[in-house]
T-cell receptor
Framework: QKEVEQDPGPLSVPEGAIVSLNCTYS??????FMWYRQYSRKGPELLMY????GNKEDGRFTAQVDKSSKYISLFIRDSQPSDSATYLC???????????FGAGTTVTVRA | DSGVTQTPKHLITATGQRVTLRCSPR?????VYWYQQSLDQGLQFLIQ???????AKGNILERFSAQQFPDLHSELNLSSLELGDSALYFC???????????????FGPGTRLTVT
């Protein structure tokens, strides 16, 4: 079993829909939870990160962490065709310096 | 553009050969990370250097080695290549604080390695 599990999709939604992405993990030592976006033929770029449990909002993006369930989510509101990409969750243990990534979910937003 | 550069963009080589991938971090960043991305394994952390010293090691094969030079650029050496080493290799850099974290890692465009 992988340390971080993420459904690879693909996920196809109409423009304006809410995109819901999630990851589960097994290592309770993870304290930092991140979401990266990767466009085709590009390197990943950090969208947002959350420390421990709770919610964080940044524009159309909301990240949620539930440490008791070992479950994290990313919601994209009012999705746009430009949001079409692969979204990867990533996690880190404090001062461990190693990111553990999920497999990535490929999202297509249809105009 | 993240500011991280990687060369070459593409590399095609034969099994058993050795290759070197090069990475220049963003100006001012002291930490460099190497990742391997393949269809079956996803994005996997290989190794991290901070200001010339190895700081963290992931699932890096013994056939692979890396170093960070005094000018902070880094090289990843892959030897005795196998078909399964075909993948995208990403370099990332970050400011490199001594403690705490996480730090935002800025990824380069990657080097696509094909082993035939």
């Amino acid at each position: 079993q992988k340390e971080v599990e993420q459904d690879p999709g693909p996920l196809s939604v109409p423009e304006g829909a809410i995109v819901s992405l999630n990851c589960t993990y097994s290592n309770s030592a993870f304290q930092y939870f991140m979401w990266y976006r990767q466009y085709s033929r590009k390197g990943p770029e950090l969208l947002m990160y959350t420390y421990s449990s709770g919610n964080k909002e940044d524009g159309r993006f909301t990240a949620q962490v539930d440490k008791s369930s070992k479950y994290i989510s990313l919601f994209i509101r009012d999705s746009q065709p430009s949001d079409s990409a692969t979204y990867l969750c990533a996690m880190e243990i404090t001062n461990d310096y190693k990111l553990s990534f999920g497999a990535g979910t490929t999202v297509t937003v249809r105009a | 553009d993240s500011g991280v550069t990687q060369t070459p963009k593409h590399l095609i080589t034969a099994t058993g050969q050795r290759v070197t991938l090069r990475c220049s971090p963003r100006s001012g960043d002291l930490s460099v990370y190497w990742y391997q991305q393949s269809l079956d394994q996803g994005l996997q952390f290989l190794i991290q250097y901070y200001n010339g010293e190895e700081r963290a090691k992931g699932n890096i094969l013994e056939r692979f080695s890396a170093q960070q030079f005094p000018d902070l650029h880094s090289e990843l050496n892959l030897s005795s290549l196998e078909l399964g080493d075909s993948a995208l290799y990403f370099c990332a850099s970050s400011v490199g604080l001594l403690a705490g974290g996480p730090e935002e890692q800025y990824f380069g465009p990657g080097t696509r390695l094909t082993v035939t």
